[in-house]
């Protein structure tokens, strides 16, 4: 099984439980801080990581940290699931599924907006409302900016990518004279 099916399915049913609970706006963050401080720290990881290491010896190094953090008993409970079946290492992947399937379950999209220069805020607006028009949800837009695009704009939409930059214009018109 691929580490983006693992980590959806573990995803949505931890969206099933913090969405009945009330907790999503708790969990996610919390979540969040332990996978920043698993990646961070190289002996933790390697610990986890490491298949000689006897699953007590894990379980005892995770009841301390949590001992430590106290986080809510959602975040302890799957934290716990997912040591037992050894995927808490891949908890960075799983949390990008989760905050997914919470945005779908609430309606909303996410997209990636990335421009020759920096939008101003009034055609950030407008950008916002053609979006949300052209997908029927609410979308929640990340700026960058790639100076290498020249002009125009690309926008991702999960797996569907919208191109109008000067690059990709040209681009084609030089396949179209070469072909």
Do not use: C
Not at 14 to 22: F, I, N, Q, S, Y
């Amino acid at each position: 099984m691929s580490v983006q099916t693992m980590a959806r399915r573990y995803a949505s049913a931890l969206a099933d439980v913090v969405l009945e609970r009330g907790e999503a706006a708790e969990v996610q963050p919390e979540l969040a801080q332990w996978e920043e401080m698993i990646q961070s720290t190289p002996n933790l990881l390697e610990v986890l990581r490491n298949p000689t290491i006897a699953l007590d010896q894990k379980r005892a190094v995770l009841n301390k940290l949590i001992e430590r953090a106290k986080p809510r008993q959602t975040t302890v409970n799957f934290l716990k699931v997912l040591l037992q079946n050894q995927r808490l290492t891949d908890l960075g992947e799983i949390n990008r599924k989760f905050a997914e399937t919470l945005n779908e379950r609430a309606g909303m999209v996410a997209a990636r907006v990335t421009t020759a220069r920096a939008v101003p805020e009034s055609s950030q607006q407008q950008l916002q409302a053609r979006l949300t028009g052209l997908t029927g949800k609410k979308v929640h837009i990340n700026f960058a900016t790639d100076p290498d695009l020249l002009g125009g704009i690309v926008t991702r939409i999960g797996s569907t990518v919208y191109d109008g930059s000067v690059r990709n214009q040209l681009q084609m018109i030089k396949e179209k004279m070469a072909g």
